[in-house]
Every structure is written in C-alpha cells, then in structure tokens.
C-alpha cells in the first residue's frame, strides 16, 4: 500500500480502480432494490425483457408463439430466424414525447429494446414461418416437418424346413 498524492491511502495494485467502473458486471438484484435510483435505465431495459411474454404452443402441424406488445405497432417489431434454428422477436418501445412544461408523476410503462430468442426443435421448416400481429398481440407460425412414421422394430421371419 502506498500514500496517494491526492490524500488517503492507495493500493500498489495498478487495477484496483478498475474494479469499480467494470463494464461487464450486472448490480444485484437486492441492489437494485436497494438503490433503483442509481441503476435507473439498467433496471428499465432489464423490465422491458422480462415483461416481453410469451407463450409458445405446439400443435400437431406448427409451434405457435404468441407475444403481448401492447402499444407497439408492426414497424417497431422484427422477427428472424438465425443460424438456422433460433427464432428472434426484436423491437422497441419509444419513449413518450413530452414538453418541457409537462410534470410526470409516475412512469412505469417500460421503454427501450427488447429480445426474445427461442431454439426451434429440429422438425421446423424454418423457411415457411409466418408472422401477424393485431391488437397488441404478435402470433408467429412456424410449421413443422411431418416426420415418417417410424417402421415397426418387429420384423417376422419365415421359417424353412
């Protein structure tokens, strides 16, 4: 350890001031909790992910995924397959345009980015799915491969003599 030119005692490690600015570290969640004051946009795009719902059914022909996006309109939302099998909903909600006379009271509607990623089971024709959205909510469609039915496992052999 050794005496700062700017008062107090520093470490002799030369990254010890790195520690406290990491870019890659995430605040806990009790942190968060804690201090939602210091952490206000991770808190928000962390709030518009997870409030992104999903549901995805599957059915005899198709695997249908089914989104709530209240308020956003076809424009704002992307839908792609990558690397051949993941499905990717994308969008963003904008903030709200408002003048400098206006006075919020409270804003908990989530703003900003959102991504949901699903791995698609191998039987899905990839190539054919489908996206529509109406009142909020966006279905995509993505058919599947009919697989052939399994030959028996039993087979019967004649016997000679």
């Given at each position: 350890?050794?005496?700062?030119?700017?008062?107090g005692?520093?470490?002799?490690?030369?990254?010890?001031?790195?520690?406290?600015?990491?870019?890659?570290?995430?605040?806990?969640?009790?942190?968060?909790?804690?201090?939602?004051?210091?952490?206000?946009?991770?808190?928000?795009?962390?709030?518009?992910?997870?409030?992104?719902q999903?549901?995805?059914?599957?059915?005899?022909?198709?695997?249908?995924?089914?989104?709530?996006l209240?308020?956003?309109?076809?424009?704002?939302?992307?839908?792609?397959?990558?690397?051949?099998?993941?499905?990717?909903?994308?969008?963003?909600r904008?903030k709200?345009?408002?003048?400098?006379?206006?006075?919020?009271?409270?804003?908990?509607?989530?703003q900003?980015?959102?991504l949901?990623?699903?791995?698609?089971p191998?039987?899905?024709?990839?190539?054919?799915?489908?996206?529509?959205?109406?009142?909020?909510?966006l279905?995509?469609?993505?058919?599947?491969?009919?697989?052939?039915?399994?030959?028996?496992a039993?087979?019967?052999?004649?016997?000679?003599?």
């Open positions: 350890m050794a005496i700062s030119l700017f008062g005692r520093r470490s002799d490690d030369p990254f010890e001031s790195l520690q406290l600015f990491d870019p890659f570290s995430f605040p806990s969640f009790s942190s968060l909790m804690r201090f939602p004051d210091q952490h206000p946009s991770f808190a928000r795009d962390v709030a518009a992910v997870a409030n992104t999903v549901d995805w059914k599957e059915t005899a022909d198709s695997h249908i995924f089914k989104a709530n209240p308020g956003l309109a076809k424009e704002d939302v992307k839908v792609q397959v990558e690397d051949g099998r993941v499905l990717q909903i994308s969008g963003e904008k709200e345009e408002s003048s400098s006379d206006d006075r919020w009271h409270r804003v908990e509607r989530a900003g980015s959102f949901r990623r699903f791995r698609l191998e039987n899905s024709k990839v190539e054919e799915v489908k996206a529509g959205m109406e009142n909020g909510v279905t995509v469609t993505v058919p599947k491969i009919s697989l052939p039915e399994p030959k028996s039993v087979k019967s052999i004649d016997i000679s003599g």
